[in-house]
């Protein structure tokens, strides 16, 4: 659905996005996470045409952002992380508004209000001003904007930010009930949002992307052994007699409560010797109170990378640090040398970008629907 090719983004010496690709299949929901700063709205920004890259390519659906502007932005319903709402407009109202920026023929415009306000819940609330709703109604509306139109992908910047634990609830329900019909992109530095609504995540640290995986695939390659915890009501003698009966155990450790035995049972990653264990006690006669697997989360797995990308990054500017001291120390540089521009200026694209043409892209994208009919 979406290819992103060597795609760079710098703002003056500083560069928010450096040569990433990736690829977005149909039919997933994908979780786009790193820490503030890390890239994460500049790529989303991009994605959608409403950013000019400095290099690189995006293909959305076969159709290139800078050469098809209007056919790639017409298959994506964005929400930037502040919604682009007008107050004194209601949820009705505005989204009309936003079908006929949309193109939406008029003899369907309406079912199509309907139909998003339907999904996204917003039928009680759909005559009041914007501006009297509380914020999760305010990124509802917002995420029924990015909807209108059955566009195919659906991209959402932090969707969650500033909501409370019940609005965050039903906002994830949303997403997921979305992701049913639509291929979803999801910005966010919150773990566990990603965890719970996502089933392929890509990490972007100091504008690169440091991992790009399921979540499965990603505790098997970072954990070389994973942790099976269990109790059981029996003596200690008894408990230990049975685990080394078991077969694939790594390393085991015994904590004795007044009422029961608990285990933490080590075994190679990918490894899972659950049933074995489960056998081995009911064989016994003795009940297990609690068998399950324990393998690294997403927040151990996104901390361990972003501390590896930030020392290597520590050291990249250690070294730059060190090779500018050198070069002063040879000699003053040329007027040229010296010149900001001359130092920092991107290379260009082949291909007529914003930048280049001066155009301004719309948030609700053109062409989402058919041509009014006249």
Do not use: W
């Not at 319903?77 to 079908?99: A, R, W």
């Not at 070069?327 to 007529?352: L, Q």
């Amino acid at each position: 659905m979406i290819e992103v090719r060597h795609l760079t983004k710098k703002y003056g010496p500083n560069t928010a996005v450096d040569d990433i690709s990736f690829t977005v299949e149909k039919g997933r929901i994908y979780g786009f996470l790193g820490p503030n700063g890390a890239g994460k709205s500049t790529t989303m920004n991009i994605i959608c045409g409403c950013l000019a890259a400095t290099d690189g390519e995006v293909i959305v659906d076969g159709h290139d952002i800078y050469e098809e502007p209007l056919e790639a932005r017409k298959r994506i319903g964005y929400l930037p992380e502040i919604p682009p709402l007008y107050n004194d407009m209601t949820p009705k109202e505005y989204l009309s508004f936003v079908g006929r920026a949309k193109k939406i023929p008029s003899a369907k415009l309406s079912e199509a209000v309907e139909n998003v306000m339907t999904k996204t819940a917003l039928h009680g609330v759909a005559d009041r001003l914007i501006r009297n709703l509380s914020k999760g109604y305010r990124q509802r509306v917002g995420i029924a904007q990015a909807i209108l139109g059955d566009p195919e992908i659906i991209i959402l910047d932090e969707p969650t930010v500033g909501l409370d634990p019940m609005q965050i609830i039903e906002i994830r329900d949303l997403i997921r009930e979305l992701g049913k019909d639509h291929t979803v992109i999801l910005s966010s530095h919150v773990l566990p949002e990603i965890s719970a609504t996502c089933d392929y995540v890509i990490v972007i640290a100091h504008g690169k992307i440091v991992a790009s995986d399921t979540m499965e695939n990603l505790n098997r390659s970072f954990s070389e052994t994973e942790v099976i915890k269990l109790e059981a009501r029996a003596p200690l003698a008894d408990v230990k007699e049975i685990v080394s009966t078991v077969r694939g155990i790594e390393n085991v450790s015994f904590t004795e409560t007044p009422s029961s035995v608990k285990c933490d049972v080590e075994v190679k990653s990918g490894s899972d010797i659950r049933e074995d264990i489960f056998r081995a006690f009911s064989s016994a006669g003795i009940p297990l109170l609690r068998l399950e697997s324990n393998s690294l989360s997403l927040e151990d797995i996104f901390i361990k990378l972003v501390n590896e990308e930030h020392m290597e990054f520590s050291s990249e500017d250690a070294e730059n640090a060190s090779e500018g001291a050198a070069s002063s120390a040879d000699g003053a540089r040329s007027e040229e040398e010296y010149s900001p521009y001359y130092e920092t200026a991107p290379k260009r694209s082949k291909k007529k970008n914003r930048e280049e043409t001066g155009e301004y892209s719309s948030l609700f994208g053109d062409g989402s629907g058919e041509k009014e009919d006249k």
